[in-house]
C-alpha cells in the first residue's frame, strides 16, 4: 500500500490554516484559555475550588477545560486569569497580512 500525502506548511495559527472566521482572534482566546488550565493545575484547583476562590461558575471552568470557548471573550478570560492571582501583560505587533 502506498499512502502519498502532501506535506504543508503551517501559518502558525491552526485557526488561519483551517480558514475558520477571526483566526487571530480565535487563537488569543485559545491562548488565554490554555493560561487559564495551566494555572488550575499549577494551583491544584478543582472547579469547584475555582469557583470560591473566584467568585466564577464552576460551569464556566468546566467548559474551559473541556475547551468550549464560545461563550468567552477576550475580556472574560482576562478576568478570569486576573481572578486567580494572574497578571496579563500584553505585547501587539502590527503588520501587512500575508497572502
Known sequence: ???DFELVRGSGNVFRDL????PGLEQFRAILAAQVIKTLDAQKLT??????LTGIAAADFSRIRRVK???????????ILDRLGQEVELSM??????Q
Do not use: H, S
Not at 480558514?19 to 477571526?22: A, G, K
Not at 472547579?47 to 470560591?52: I, N, S, T, W
Open 93 to 98: 505587533k502590527v503588520r501587512p497580512r500575508q
Open 69 to 79: 470557548l464560545e461563550r468567552f471573550t477576550i475580556d472574560r478570560l482576562m478576568t
Open 1 to 3: 500500500m502506498n499512502d
Open 47 to 52: 472547579v469547584r475550588e475555582a469557583e470560591r
Open 19 to 22: 480558514n475558520l472566521p477571526n
